[in-house]
């Protein structure tokens, strides 16, 4: 199947879905192809009476459906079915998602698509088997924590994964009894729209997913401090998250689950398996194009093999495959946009300028789009802007030590702590530093999430609060009652 295609021969829906209603908008922020630069649509922007129309909108599908309260089977029937449907109609979706993205077409049907379809499928299995409990307490009392759907439920995804981070969010929601008002980043908006009509084609009672396509300031602070919203799921940037808590804090309280930067370490001891560790390391970091959170974009090497492991780590990196992100051959992502390429060149330029040694990259690729090289900075201190802000690009820092101690010091993040990585064949030492990493997730001798969905994943520090994927994100979208009866 060859998915390559046309950019300008796709047609876009350009608009908002409440109910079962697309609703035709003018593109108010110009976007542009990460692949090309060519401007190619702009995204409407959803004010405070949209936003509450989809709010109304999705109050009275539960009322009608009664979605939280029908036999849990028929949810995770519905879910399986919407599942299903995405399956079938993943080459549609993967051209809206390659179009706008950083995604490449050929990664998508087999990738981002399979696994968002399979996240479905395993949040809809906890409708039907995960409840309330019964607790202990003397025998004159019965005592029950009862667990019971929020609501409506408004979630807020970034532009880097569209379609799966739609899915973590919505899976759990819906499993859990819930309606969604979701908002898309304004930069990837187009296969959300095209998800959430999927779901009412396979089934969905019409109005329990609702689309607003917009910016944060107006579109997402409408959501965030929207009284009838009971509780935010949000994924993206520290700066942002801060932004919401604060528009939070100002109107009014309801509980939140931030899912937010990071700028993880990865420790490779002189006795790990290297090639192993050469091809995670580098994966990881040009995933993307290292527009990923859990991105393990800080390299920590014991000091007698950094030479041999930056030799594997060069080589991988030269001869990345850069074609736009319709050609299905290209291996290799663009960056979301010229002012964030410019960004990760102004980043890079500071840290060579404070000692910083690139020894691969360093610059924007030639060519057309915002393609940027494949880059390694040695060098680096603490104190480096490389080592401190979140890149989000290609970018590796390489830093060695000689103990455990240092590797453990210079691994720790003043703000971040979402993900590390642990290089290592001594059980004992991967044990023991795992106990001490300061971060929501560490992989040892491997980088990156199974196909399980059943580690939750989020961070410490600054990095979020609560929990995507897993038993804790379908948990974080009901809320708990405490019974206790005199019988
Ligand atoms: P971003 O914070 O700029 O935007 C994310 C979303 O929030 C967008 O939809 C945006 O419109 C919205 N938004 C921005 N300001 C808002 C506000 N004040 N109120 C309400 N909504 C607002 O992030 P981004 O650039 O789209 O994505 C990259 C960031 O996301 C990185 O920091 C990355 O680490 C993070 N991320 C985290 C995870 C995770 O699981 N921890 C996963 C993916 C991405």
Not at 52 to 66: F, G, I, R, Y
Request: glycine letters at 10%; proline letters at 5%.
């Amino acid at each position: 199947m060859d998915l390559s295609f046309d950019p300008d021969s796709l047609s876009l829906p350009v608009g908002h879905f409440v109910g079962e209603h697309f609703i035709v908008a003018d593109g108010i922020i110009p976007m542009h192809r990460p692949s090309d630069g060519e401007a190619y649509a702009g995204c409407p922007v959803a004010d405070a009476d949209l936003v509450d129309q989809a709010v109304q909108t999705a109050k009275a599908a539960l009322k009608e459906s009664n979605w939280g309260g029908v036999r849990p089977r028929e949810r995770l029937n519905v879910l399986h079915r919407w599942a299903d449907l995405i399956e079938q109609e993943a080459e549609t979706l993967a051209r809206l998602e390659a179009i706008a993205s950083t995604r490449p077409v050929g990664q998508l049907v087999d990738g981002d698509i399979a696994i968002s379809a399979e996240q479905i499928r395993f949040f809809a299995e906890f409708a039907d088997k995960e409840g309330s409990d019964l607790v202990p307490t003397d025998d004159g009392n019965l005592g029950m924590i009862m667990t019971e759907p929020y609501g409506v439920v408004g979630a807020i995804t970034p532009w880097n994964f569209p379609i799966n981070m739609a899915a973590w969010k919505l899976g759990p929601a819906l499993a859990a009894g819930n309606a969604v008002v979701l908002k898309p980043s304004e930069m990837t908006p187009f296969s959300t729209i095209y998800l959430a009509q999927l779901a009412v084609r396979a089934g969905l009672p019409a109005g329990l997913i609702n689309v607003v396509l917009g910016d944060g300031i107006t579109t997402g602070s409408a959501m965030t401090g929207h009284p009838e919203i009971a509780k935010i799921s949000f994924t993206g940037s520290t700066r942002a998250g801060s932004a919401i808590m604060e528009n939070i804090a100002r109107t009014g309280v309801k509980p939140m689950t931030l899912e937010l930067g990071g700028k993880s370490p990865q420790i490779v001891f002189a006795d790990a398996d290297l090639d192993k560790a050469a091809a995670a390391i580098t994966a990881s970091i040009l995933g993307n194009a290292g527009q990923a959170c859990v991105a393990g974009s800080r390299l920590i090497v014991e000091k007698e093999i950094a030479a041999r492991l930056i030799d594997a780590i060069k080589s991988r990196m030269d001869g990345v495959i850069a074609r736009p992100t319709w050609d299905a051959a290209s291996q290799y992502s663009p960056i979301i946009s010229e002012r964030q390429r410019q960004r990760i060149d102004g980043i890079v330029s500071a840290s060579v300028s404070a000692g910083g040694d690139c020894l691969v990259g360093g610059a924007c690729m030639d060519g057309p789009g915002y393609f940027y090289a494949p880059t390694l900075v040695a060098g680096v201190d603490q104190n480096s802007p490389a080592i401190i802000e979140e890149i989000f690009g290609p970018v590796l820092t390489l830093q060695t030590f000689e103990d455990e101690e240092e590797a453990l010091q210079l691994a720790d993040h003043p703000s971040y702590g979402l993900a590390a990585g642990l290089f290592t064949r001594d059980l004992s030492r991967a044990i023991r530093l795992t106990r001490r990493l300061q971060a929501g997730t560490v992989w040892v001798n491997r980088y990156g999430r199974s196909r399980d969905h059943i580690l939750p994943t989020g961070g410490y520090k600054q990095s979020g609060i609560g929990k995507d994927l897993g038993r804790e994100a379908f948990q974080a979208n009901r809320k708990s009652k405490s019974v206790l009866i005199s019988l």
